[in-house]
Structures are given as structure tokens and as C-alpha cells.
């Protein structure tokens, strides 16, 4: 596998993402809400360096079904524990494609009222957008290559690795020899 972003490029990209979140807040409390499950280390490392008060809320959604490299339908589970009302919310997924995913949580995010909304990704897959709504912030802009690691999955797959890679055919675990498709 081609490696994208390497652990400490991952590391120096979340700290000067971290520095830059907390001085734009200045000590104003913060609710960061992770899209699950490829938001999953992203959240857990980027919270851990934010000097703000904070609270946490994940939501479930997907737009990949299992061996798809191209987006489904969005399916975004229930969003009524969260409680955004009149709270300063970022929103944190772990990659921008075609946009549709941020454009439709953001929507659903707004109908519980938060007094700001913004939004960061891990990576911006360059040249797939198909909405006008880009993420506040980002730390890496990435080719249009199906990248796996780092919380990003191929069908539950390599989402523990701690770089990003790009996923070849080849690789794909259906593809090897001697896997049952
Ligand atoms: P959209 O197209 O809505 O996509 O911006 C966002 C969601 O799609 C998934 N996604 C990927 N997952 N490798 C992955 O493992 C990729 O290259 C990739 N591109 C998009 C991801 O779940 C993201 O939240």
C-alpha cells in the first residue's frame, strides 16, 4: 500500500490544527461532535490537544456500504442526545469528497439551533466536490485516491493502521488470492 501521510505527518498536521481551533475559540467552551466511525482517531487525537473546555457528541452515519468505493446514500442515526442548543459546535469528519455527507449533517446539525457551527476534516480529497459548502478547517488535502488508515475503512478493514494509505485494486482484501469473495 502506497503511504499517503506518515504517523508523524499525521501528528504535526493535528497539533497546528489543534493550535489554530483553540485560538480562534480563545477559552469559549466548545462541543465537538465526531461523525463515526471514520472520525473515530482523528476525534480522539485532536480533542486531546484542544485548550478549551469541551464536551463531546458522536453521531453514526455512513455513505460507503461495506466493498463500495463510491457513496451510497447517507444514513445518519438518531441525533437526539446530542444537545447543541445555543452551543458552540464543530462538527469533525474524517474526509471531504464530494461534500454531500457535511452538507447533509451540517443541515441536521442547524435544526438544533447551536449559536455556531463549523466544521473540520482530517483530509480534503481534491477535485470530487459536488457541493458549495467546504469545511472551516482541514489539515491535509489528499489526491482522488481511495485512501484507507488512520480510522478510514475499506469494508471494516485498516481503519486501526497509523498512517494513510492509498488503497490499490489489488489490495482490496476480496481481491487477494484465496479470498472468498
Ligand atoms: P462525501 O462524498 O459525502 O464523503 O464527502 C464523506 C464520507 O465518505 C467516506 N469516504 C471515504 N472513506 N476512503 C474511505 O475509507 C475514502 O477515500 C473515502 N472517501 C469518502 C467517509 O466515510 C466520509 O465520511
Known amino acids: 500500500m502506497k503511504v499517503i501521510l506518515s504517523e508523524s505527518e499525521i501528528s504535526a498536521g493535528i497539533a497546528q490544527l489543534a493550535r489554530r481551533i483553540s485560538d480562534d475559540y480563545r477559552g469559549r467552551p466548545l462541543t465537538v461532535v465526531g461523525v463515526l466511525t471514520g ?8 480533542i486531546r490537544r484542544l485548550d478549551l473546555p469541551l464536551k463531546v457528541g458522536l453521531i453514526q452515519a455512513s455513505s460507503y456500504r461495506g466493498r463500495a468505493t463510491s457513496p451510497g446514500k447517507l444514513a445518519v442515526a438518531d441525533l437526539s442526545g446530542l444537545d447543541l442548543a445555543g452551543r458552540d459546535v464543530l462538527l469533525l469528519d474524517d474526509i471531504y469528497d464530494t461534500g454531500q455527507t457535511l452538507k447533509e449533517i451540517t443541515a441536521l ?16 480529497k481534491e477535485g470530487r466536490q459536488r457541493v458549495e459548502l467546504t469545511p ?46
Open 39 to 46: 472520525s473515530l482517531i482523528f476525534l480522539s487525537d485532536l
Open 109 to 124: 446539525l442547524h435544526s438544533q439551533k447551536p449559536a455556531c457551527l463549523r466544521s473540520a476534516v482530517l483530509l480534503w
Open 136 to 181: 472551516d478547517y482541514h489539515c491535509f488535502r489528499i489526491p482522488d485516491v481511495f485512501v484507507v488508515g488512520y480510522g478510514l475503512d475499506y469494508n471494516d478493514e485498516y481503519r486501526h493502521l497509523p498512517h494513510v494509505a492509498a488503497l490499490e485494486d489489488n489490495e482490496r482484501p476480496d481481491c487477494r488470492a484465496g479470498f472468498a469473495v
